[in-house]
């Protein structure tokens, strides 16, 4: 779901987890979310 947009905290209410904490354990995809939308503006200022 992460991949696909949704946020992080109604991911986590989707999984029925208590708390975001618990969800994040799971979700290592956000930093590589983060890498790919940093390497967009590759070239950018060039």
């Not at 992080?8 to 904490?21: E, F, I, M």
Request: hydrophobic content about 40%; overall charge neutral; aromatic content about 6%.
């Amino acid at each position: 779901m992460l991949t696909l947009g949704a946020d992080l905290y109604t991911t986590s209410k989707l999984l029925g987890h208590s708390s975001v904490k618990t969800t994040t354990i799971y979700a290592k995809i956000i930093d590589q979310k983060k890498i790919d939308a940093v390497n967009l503006t590759d070239g950018v200022f060039d």
